[in-house]
């Protein structure tokens, strides 16, 4: 009995695995490399090398010299970076409120089953498929005081009528900001439009029978019902405002003086212009910190609320 | 008669509200989602206006008039001059350069990212192995790291490669940067793909790659299409890789561009520069008019990322 | 239990786990050549990823499975000497249904005359000839699913899985099917593994049953077999529609008593290991009970609430405090509220002890 109970045990041990189990699935593994090595090298490799060497005292090239925090406290008492960072807090403060309110008007609007839906969407939505750089170029030209708006005004009888946005280092970033949302509230206006049509239209005939109004109906039903959505739009504004780069060199070059930089322009200024790279790294860690600080709380909404399911 | 004396019984059988109800032609609401449509519409379709008529004015024109009034005489000369003569730097054979080297940038890194992004994401949905979603999830968060972080490894990576400032680098710096919204893409339409099918096919004796040219790619047209416009618009438009990762005779239109307007030398010719401002984004204004509802499937794609 | 003499397929000491949790659990099974067995069971019991380790399309995490007189336990799907069919029909939607057909074929390399020959074979046996160069967007899904049998029946094999096959079709077609499948099998003469979760479909089907739950069969034997004599309170439960009457009571020599209901065993059949005294489940099926009738047993019983079903009438009531069902015949007239005497016979009967639930 012993003996036969051992013989089973044994096949079965011999059978439970197959010999080599790095050849199963090769072909899978082969065709992952690209992805493997991405998310591996580029993505952890090249963002820990940074970190790393923001910690060092690299100027034209990168060295391992370590000087502790150094670098960081030259960047957070360096002016230039300090007005990067509150042009940043004022312009994704804005971005992230305006985009949400008029994208979200927009797509409440379209859905209201009206006509030529198609043609206000596509009028809305096409500026993002333009680039920064166009859309910084266009805005540019359009404030301009001397040919743009103030000069149409003042043309019309208010001589003393000033709109220069890119010429007044106080306003400067709402310039900026005119054309980010030109370009950027198509892209959450379609998210949005999506989130709606994906709510039963039952909801709709229940708040009818209800004698709920339209407008209450989408502050009290609508947008809770919406909250997913409202979170993706959210995390997909604030990660590319962090990113905002090529607009400002289009639209202002920084300027006036140095009134509209911004960190992600003062990295490449720091890197490539005036070569100074430990300064550089400090300043794009500092930025993947900012990212970290967003994106928190959602991966913690994301993936922790998943594993209590 | 009697016609009459018939209507009136049938009347007083139905009394009050019948049949459909009476509507304004303009009410309040209807005014209001109108209005508003049509208001935020202008400032939308403004910059497109701006852009086409100051391209088509001469430079005196442009000096003494409006933005927004069209151009008393319609010129073509500016768009002449941006395609063929505009100056950057010493070189001033205009954005036609920048066109082409964005056009040589563009065709291998669309292919590229492609055929990478859906082979893995094909891999993904089907052929899972221990560790696969790992290297996806990390894949993922790498969508929101910001580029700054990885400028300067990725500059040295390349030197070693010995691709720095070529096509060849810059194409592969599109790949990478493309492969989380792209294989997430593929991952997610290769998913919805009932199991059984897989199953059968491998039934019937098909293996990875089998399965994939045979089966899986006659089925997903759709989707290459959605990849394919955003891979194009997001490369075209690049701005950063490019002027990071090339050198100033292989700059892509969007550099050349900024070049060429925001240079500091010479007169402004506002009209030369709206003219190479509406050709830089024409490519990705035609394929946004063309595609239609591809490209809204291929933001809400962008969007399922979040 | 019967010994079978070199079985078509034979699964020995299965497990399977998908990480923590034991979907199979040490599973014996031996199928006989030509056999027909219908896997039945609730969702989750474990059926549909027998008949994928089966057909190799999940890796196991013990055991070993035999097929032909071959450990094909680490073999290719492919390599398996089987056919399968899904229940999305899973067909390839770019290819003619002589593309799906000839798919595998290609792949195995079989030369072009014999794939002509096979494929001929296929679309007579199934009559669909002039189904063949369409595509199967184009077909109805009586249609589609005669296709993804026909490309089990090109492989040549000896062995078919069927994966819930007529799951998605609406109920005539079902039954049409059923019985085509039924001749199928009496022409071909395959072993056929069939996985259902519609008892219909596996009493009328097969050869035998395995009645799956948690990973574990709880009973291999002919339809008769599991439908008259289950083995436990989970398989009487989970085979019959409606489901057997229960009572819960005591059983003292050769009487059930559950409440004032007391009935004499005489004619019960006790299993040989059966203890015969104690708390007990007593089960009795709603068609065993009989309007009037002469039966051992002998009730009154008001009718609480009838449902006229076309072939049958179905009454309920409660006898002895649980609720019980009769099934009478169609063109019965009782009325809601009416009282009426019903018999039946312990004979047909099953007893189950209350705590480990096996047949007494």
Same mark, same amino acid.
């Given at each position: ?21 790095? #050849?199963?699935? &090769? ?5 992952? !490399?690209?992805? +493997? @090595?991405? %998310? ?122 000033? #709109?220069?946005? &890119? ?5 400067? !970033?709402?310039? +900026? @900001?005119? %054309? ?122 994301? #993936? ?6 | ?306 | ?360």
């Amino acid at each position: 009995m012993a003996v036969t109970d051992h013989g089973v045990d044994h096949a079965r041990r011999e059978y439970a695995k197959p010999p080599i189990k790095i #050849f199963k699935n &090769l072909s899978s593994k082969i065709a992952a !490399i690209p992805m +493997i @090595l991405t %998310a591996t090298v580029i993505f952890i490799g090249c963002s820990g090398w940074t970190i790393v060497h923001s910690f060092t005292n690299s100027k034209l090239l990168p060295k391992l010299d370590f000087v502790g925090f150094d670098q960081y406290e030259r960047l957070w008492s360096s002016r230039r970076w300090l007005i990067s960072v509150e042009n940043l807090f004022i312009y994704g403060l804005c971005s992230l409120v305006f985009t949400l309110v008029i994208g979200f008007l927009l797509a409440a609007l379209l859905d209201r089953k009206i006509r030529f839906e198609n043609t206000f969407r596509t009028i809305f939505l096409y500026p993002f498929a333009l680039s920064f750089v166009v859309t910084g170029l266009v805005w540019q030209w359009i404030l301009n005081p001397e040919f743009g708006v103030q000069s149409i005004v003042r043309g019309l009888g208010w001589e003393s009528f000033t #709109f220069d946005p &890119l010429y007044n280092s106080d306003i400067v !970033i709402y310039g +900026i @900001l005119i %054309a980010g949302l030109w370009q950027g509230t198509g892209l959450i206006m379609c998210i949005m439009l999506a989130g709606l049509r994906g709510i039963d239209e039952d909801i709709w005939k229940a708040t009818k029978v209800d004698g709920i109004g339209t407008v209450k109906t989408y502050l009290v039903v609508i947008i809770p019902m919406m909250k997913p959505v409202f979170v993706t739009a959210l995390v997909l504004i604030a990660s590319g405002i962090v990113k905002v780069y090529d607009l400002v060199v289009a639209q202002t070059s920084g300027g006036p003086g140095i009134s509209s930089e911004v960190p992600a322009k003062y990295v490449y200024d720091t890197l490539f212009g005036r070569q100074n790279l430990g300064q550089g790294f400090a300043a794009s860690t500092m930025m993947l910190v900012m990212v970290v600080i967003i994106l928190i709380p959602y991966v913690y909404l994301q #993936f922790g609320g998943k594993k209590d399911q | 008669m009697t016609r009459v004396s018939h209507l009136t019984t049938a009347d007083a059988q139905l009394q009050g509200p019948k049949g459909p109800k009476p509507k304004r032609a303009f009410s309040g609401a209807n005014l209001f989602i109108y209005g508003t449509l049509i208001v935020m519409s202008l400032y939308y379709l403004l910059p497109l206006w701006v852009m086409i008529v100051t391209s088509l004015k001469d430079m005196a024109e442009v000096r003494m008039g409006n933005i927004f009034s069209p151009p008393a005489e319609i010129t073509f000369q500016p768009w002449v001059k941006a395609w063929s003569e505009a100056c950057t730097g010493i070189n001033c054979d205009g954005l036609s350069r920048g066109f082409w080297n964005s056009v040589r940038i563009l065709i291998p890194s669309v292919l590229l990212s492609i055929t990478v992004a859906s082979v893995s994401g094909y891999g993904l949905s089907m052929w899972k192995f221990k560790g696969s979603e790992v290297f996806f999830n990390i894949l993922l968060l790498g969508a929101f790291i910001p580029y700054q972080i990885m400028l300067y490894p990725i500059v040295i990576i390349l030197r070693e490669l010995g691709l720095m400032g070529s096509l060849g680098g810059l194409v592969l710096v599109h790949m990478i940067f493309g492969m989380p919204i792209n294989t997430l893409l593929f991952r997610n339409y290769f998913s919805s793909i009932p199991q059984e099918l897989f199953k059968a096919a491998r039934v019937d004796g098909a293996g990875f790659w089998a399965i994939f040219f045979k089966i899986m790619l006659p089925m997903s047209l759709p989707i290459f299409v959605v990849s394919m416009i955003i891979q194009v618009t997001g490369i075209w438009n690049d701005f950063l890789f490019g002027v990071v990762y090339t050198k100033p005779a292989i700059y892509p239109m969007t550099v050349q561009l900024n070049n060429i307007v925001n240079s500091v030398q010479g007169v402004k010719e506002y009209n030369v520069n709206m003219a190479a401002t509406l050709l830089t984004g024409l490519v990705p204004l035609v394929i946004y008019f063309i595609s239609g509802k591809l490209f809204v499937r291929g933001i809400a794609a962008g969007a399922v990322k979040g | 239990m019967t010994v079978i003499e070199n079985p078509s397929v034979s699964i020995k000491n299965l497990d399977l786990n998908f990480g923590a949790v034991k979907v199979l659990k040490d599973l014996n099974l031996d199928i006989a050549s030509g056999e027909f067995i219908v896997l039945l069971g609730a969702s989750g019991c474990g059926k549909s990823t027998l008949l994928n380790c089966i057909a190799g399309l999940l890796e196991v995490s013990g055991g070993q499975i035999h097929i032909g007189g071959t450990n094909v336990t680490w073999a290719e799907p492919s390599d398996r000497g089987i056919g399968m069919v899904f229940q999305s029909y899973a067909l390839y939607p770019q290819m003619t249904v002589r593309g799906n057909l000839t798919f595998g074929l290609k792949n195995a390399k079989v030369p072009k005359a014999e794939i002509e020959k096979r494929v001929a074979r296929a679309a007579e046996i199934l009559q669909m000839e002039e189904l063949l160069d369409r595509k199967p967007g184009a077909l109805s899904g009586g249609q589609r699913q005669r296709v993804a049998i026909g490309r089990a029946l090109v492989r040549d094999v000896d062995v078919f899985l069927f994966d819930e096959p007529l799951s998605n079709l609406d109920a005539k077609l079902r039954t049409d099917l059923r019985v085509e499948l039924k001749q199928l099998h009496q022409q071909l003469k395959n072993t056929m593994i069939y996985v259902t979760h519609d008892q219909v479909e596996a009493l009328t089907l097969a050869d035998r049953i395995a009645i799956m739950k948690d990973g574990l069969i709880q009973q291999l034997a002919s339809p008769k077999e599991i439908y008259n004599r289950p083995v436990n309170k989970y398989v009487a439960d989970f085979i019959g529609s409606p489901a057997m009457n229960f009572f819960e009571g005591t059983v003292d020599s050769g009487v059930f008593t559950a409440g004032n209901l007391s009935i004499d065993l005489k004619g019960y059949e006790f299993t040989p290991t059966g203890k015969l005294g104690g708390l007990a489940w007593f089960g009795i099926r709603p068609e065993n009970v009989i309007v009037g009738g002469d039966g051992p047993v002998q009730i009154d019983v008001i009718a609480e609430i009838v449902e006229p079903m076309g072939a049958d009438t179905l009454v309920w009531t409660h006898v002895a405090g649980a609720p019980f069902r009769i099934r009478m015949d169609g063109t019965s007239t009782v009325k809601m509220g009416d009282t009426f005497g019903v018999s039946f016979d312990p004979a047909h009967a099953s007893m189950f002890d209350k705590v480990s639930e096996e047949r007494l």
